[in-house]
Structures are given as structure tokens and as C-alpha cells.
């Protein structure tokens, strides 16, 4: 990850993450935004997506992060449904919502995630 990172400050990589459970978006706000050029969103839930763009969009257009990092998708559905496109990702951010799975659907999801790297 850190040449992926050398080589995205050198210009020479567009860096893309998804955060799983992005929730109201608080984990791509503050952190993946200012070191991802593109921060999907996967969240079950419509509305915490809605308020996530709202949030996000307000932080982008006050200049907070470099210019040119942005969200991409907004992916509404579980972590159960999730199939990365292949190699989109350089990072699948996986915060605080694994617990909510069971066994299988964590060994299933890990498996599905590794074509999206």
C-alpha cells in the first residue's frame, strides 16, 4: 500500500477505496477522501447514503481534500450482496459492521472482495 500511495502523490496512480458501512460517510469524510482519489460507498441503508453525499459534498466544495478526490459510486445494499468489480479497488475499507454478519457470509464476502483488489 505505501508505493501504491508514493505513486498517487507522485501522480503516477489514481487511488480508489470503497468504504463497506459507510454509514453517514464519517470514515470517508475524515480520513479516506484525503488520501483516495475516488471513495465508493457501500450502505444498506438510503437514507445514511443520502446524508453521506450531503456531508461529503458540503467537505469537497469547502477544499478540504485535493483537488480532484471526489465520491464515485453510491452502492446501496449489504455486505451480503457486495461483488467488487474486478480490480477497481486498491483498498476495501471494512469498518465496525463484520460483526453484524454471520461466519460464512464474512468467508464469503473475503472471497468475493479478492477480485475487487
Not at 501522480?11 to 463497506?20: A, M, S
Request: include cysteine.
Amino acid at each position: 500500500m505505501k508505493q501504491h500511495f508514493q505513486a498517487a502523490a507522485a501522480g503516477q496512480r489514481q487511488l480508489t477505496v470503497v468504504d463497506c458501512g459507510a454509514g453517514v460517510g464519517r470514515v470517508s469524510e475524515q480520513l479516506l477522501l484525503h488520501h483516495f482519489n475516488t471513495v465508493d460507498l457501500l450502505e444498506p441503508s438510503r437514507h445514511l447514503i443520502d446524508a453521506a453525499q450531503k456531508n461529503i459534498k458540503a467537505a469537497i466544495a469547502s477544499g478540504t481534500y485535493p483537488k480532484g478526490h471526489a465520491v464515485g459510486h453510491c452502492l446501496c445494499q449489504g455486505l451480503q450482496q457486495f461483488v467488487p468489480e474486478p480490480q477497481r479497488y486498491d483498498c476495501i475499507w471494512i469498518q465496525w459492521c463484520l460483526l453484524y454478519l454471520t461466519d460464512d457470509d464474512v468467508v464469503a464476502l473475503f472471497n468475493r472482495c479478492k477480485a475487487g483488489v
